[in-house]
Nanobody, 126 residues
Framework: QVQLVESGGGLVQAGASLRLSCAVSGGIISHYSIGWFRQAPGKEREFVAGLRWSGGSTSYADSVKGRFTISRDNAANTVYLQMNSLKPEDTAVYYC???????????????????WGQGTQVTVSS
């Protein structure tokens, strides 16, 4: 059974940085496509960043391009989301997700993912 556990969220001021971690157990992350999503109160879950299973391609939402970076540590079986220059509109619960699909593109929709973590809260104050 694949499990994903997020950590690293918190309360920060605008302009600060946070690094979220997604520890994967029960599977080898290089065999999975991994994505980060977020959901703010009253809004739908939205794609933030994704990493193709082979590790060769990444994709980002326009709202986070240039500020967020997704990366993977195969030895630690962990995926990271480095978030810089945080803005109040980045406030949300952040989820990591894994998919057994091995496509040629980065998966960007929630329905394409098979496994989800419990989420970690990120709050950015102005």
């Amino acid at each position: 059974q694949v499990q994903l556990v997020e950590s690293g969220g918190g309360l920060v001021q605008a302009g600060a940085s946070l690094r979220l971690s997604c520890a994967v157990s029960g599977g080898i992350i290089s065999h999975y496509s991994i994505g980060w999503f977020r959901q703010a109160p009253g809004k739908e879950r939205e794609f933030v960043a994704g990493l193709r299973w082979s590790g060769g391609s990444t994709s980002y939402a326009d709202s986070v391009k240039g500020r967020f970076t997704i990366s993977r540590d195969n030895a630690a079986n962990t995926v990271y989301l480095q978030m810089n220059s945080l803005k109040p509109e980045d406030t949300a619960v952040y989820y990591c997700a894994g998919s057994r699909k091995m496509p040629v593109v980065v998966l960007t929709t929630p329905g394409e993912y098979d496994y989800w973590g419990q989420g970690t809260q990120v709050t950015v104050s102005s």
